[in-house]
């Protein structure tokens, strides 16, 4: 039995002291590939190497102040997050161009995706320190950019610049908690940047409240721009001064930074390759010219002949395969295939693509419907549409308790998944009307919504992380949110798609029965829906030929979030169901099953001999759903 000492004092807790069993002090010799080339990604790349060192030097009154820090930092971009969902209808709106709200989802969706397998190796090759103030910079001027757009597509380019830094943080944040915690207490400590939305849902509505009240949407996006470089530097500091001791105790004597390494031009070339930046630009090309037309175009069938909606999603349809023989072909592929043949890594990354695709089926216009159909004031709309957020962060966090007891994963999962499935068959009921019956089934529906996604979308992250050893943590993790994202991006298509081809038809048509200037008040209702709304009021005829259009429109996009939650809960079936560990991870994870090697809690490994078993279908199957 060979033993792996992985951590000390507070490991009881579920807070790692140490990475790893080999981190011993000077080991931070390079690694070369066949022809000479210094590889800066992997388990051996300088940012993972300084890592492993500065966590032996971070004490356990250290993660207290760092995980307070966190929290602090999260308070901050979840709260920026959540008012932003709520100003960007008003921004599209205030350009008369509100129906773009899923095109600038779309694009943000896309910029997120492309920057998270990026981050995750900028974070092993610089550091996590180093890709902090690179978040910064991105938030600051996308914020900047958004706060002074003269019009949706410099609103839109803002909103790409602040997705990639907000995107970016969110990642670095998961990679420093996956740093420093335990599997078995990783989903927990998961939750302190989501706990926040515990009291940004119900105080966003007031703040989104007051700050249109008295100003604009752009004051409200643009002061953020001050107060989230302040909040960063306490967790800049802590890095710090964990850098600093290391460097004290000499454990970072032979280390040497990228540019020491190789020097800027060489350091250049490696990042291009390494980095794989083709496979970003052909990512970024594939999403986007295949997504973006959906939620350009007009409705009828005669918009999807026009060339400028065409020849885009042509493009992107011939990207796609170009992307995958590229990974085939690059020398540092961006898809780690080797972890992908896994069903526990495959099934949580297919899991991370359904989730927002299926949420952004009610959730994309939900504001917007709140509003309208169900005459919510700003301040109720707000609340409402953030209630699935509080609930799903309250249940997570009670999950993440449970679990450290119970140490599975699987079977929040899957309820989770089935959870999912229901809430939509309470949304396409509950989908527009004054009385106070429609009001509680959609809060209801979005309880249960909220309970299912605590059950499963930080369940499945910590199931992939669960499925890899430590250097490749952060890519697994990058690769998830990515396609997080990527789904975030297809949802926004989606629903902007059905949003933009049923709503202005079914407004003409049932306000031509009860008004003769239907077309007018269409036209005004689609462009700026929340100027026109107040001047029809619950009871005349204008205003329930509306809220019937918005019906009618909000029920197809439920209909389809439910069709999209069975291949949901059949992901979430697919996904493995390890014992997790006190160590940070499994210690045979990525290890061949035919080794016959097993782990205990401490990270103890051992061969069992067994006799080959001839097992029916049955047991196949039983074996396939709980193991």
Not at 585 to 603: C, F, H, P, W
Request: net charge neutral; charged share 10%; glycine share 8%.
């Amino acid at each position: 039995m060979a033993s792996q000492e992985q951590y000390h004092k507070g490991a009881e807790a579920g807070l790692a002291d140490s990475t790893h069993s080999s981190d011993a002090k000077g080991n931070a010799t390079p690694r070369y590939s066949s022809d000479n080339e210094i590889i800066l990604t992997g388990k051996t790349s300088p940012g993972v190497r300084r890592v492993e060192q500065l966590s032996k030097h971070i004490t356990f009154t250290d993660r207290v102040f760092l995980f307070i820090t966190i929290f602090v930092l999260a308070y901050v971009y979840t709260l920026d997050n959540t008012l932003r969902y709520t100003y960007q209808p008003y921004a599209t709106a205030s350009y008369s161009q509100h129906s773009l709200l899923a095109t600038v989802a779309v694009v943000r969706g896309v910029a997120a995706a492309a920057a998270q397998p990026t981050a995750a190796k900028i974070a092993d090759v610089f550091g996590r320190a180093e890709l902090l103030i690179v978040t910064v910079v991105f938030y600051l001027v996308g914020s900047i950019v958004e706060t002074f757009s003269n019009g949706v597509h410099s609103f839109a380019a803002g909103a790409v610049l602040f997705q990639i830094g907000w995107t970016l943080v969110v990642l670095l944040v998961e990679i420093i908690i996956a740093d420093i915690t335990s599997l078995r207490a990783r989903l927990f400590f998961s939750y302190i940047p989501n706990a926040p939305y515990l009291i940004n849902t119900w105080v966003a509505g007031n703040i989104a409240n007051a700050v249109l009240g008295v100003t604009s949407w752009r004051w409200g996006i643009g002061m953020f721009a001050i107060i989230f470089p302040v909040v960063v530097a306490p967790v800049f500091l802590c890095l710090w001064l964990a850098h600093r001791r290391a460097k004290r105790h000499e454990d970072l004597a032979d280390y040497q930074t990228p540019f020491q390494m190789l020097g800027f031009p060489k350091l250049m070339v490696s990042l291009f390759w390494q980095l794989d930046v083709i496979s970003i630009v052909l990512v970024m090309g594939a999403l986007g010219c295949l997504l973006v037309p959906f939620t350009l175009a007009g409705d009828g069938a005669q918009a999807w002949s026009e060339p400028h909606i065409v020849a885009p999603i042509v493009i992107g349809f011939i990207l796609f395969p170009i992307f995958f023989f590229w990974q085939t072909k690059a020398p540092h592929p961006m898809l780690p295939y080797h972890l992908l043949r896994d069903r526990a890594v495959w099934g949580p990354l297919c899991m991370g693509l359904m989730i927002n695709m299926t949420w952004y089926m009610q959730g994309d216009y939900l504001y917007t419907v709140t509003v309208v159909a169900f005459d919510q004031s700003i301040l109720s709309a707000t609340r409402i549409t953030g209630l699935y957020t509080f609930v799903s962060v309250l249940t997570g966090i009670i999950a993440g308790l449970v679990v450290f007891f119970v140490r599975r994963l699987k079977p929040f999962i899957f309820a989770g998944t089935v959870l999912y499935l229901v809430a939509f068959g309470l949304l396409i009921h509950y989908r527009g009307g004054a009385s106070p019956a429609n009001l509680s089934g959609l809060i209801g529906a979005q309880v249960l919504l909220g309970i299912g996604g605590g059950l499963f979308p930080f369940p499945a992250q910590a199931s992939i992380q669960a499925a890899t050893q430590h250097e490749h943590v952060a890519i697994v993790t990058a690769l998830f949110l990515a396609l997080y994202n990527v789904g975030s991006a297809f949802g926004g298509a989606i629903s902007g798609a059905i949003w933009r081809q049923t709503l202005p038809g079914s407004l003409n048509t049932n306000l031509a029965a009860v008004s003769s200037n239907a077309t007018a008040i269409a036209s005004a209702m689609y462009a700026n829906p929340f100027v026109t709304v107040y001047e029809y009021p619950i009871g005349t005829p204008e205003r329930e030929a509306i809220i019937l259009s918005y019906r009618h429109c909000q029920r197809l996009l439920t209909i389809t979030g439910i069709c999209l939650c069975v291949p949901l809960v059949i992901f979430g079936l697919c996904t493995r169901n390890p014992r997790l560990p006190d160590t940070q991870s499994i210690a045979t994870a990525e290890m061949s099953s035919q080794e016959n090697l097993v782990s205990d809690d401490k990270g103890n490994i051992s061969r069992v001999e067994s006799a080959p078993v001839q097992r029916s279908f049955g047991k196949k199957v039983v074996d396939f759903l709980i193991k």
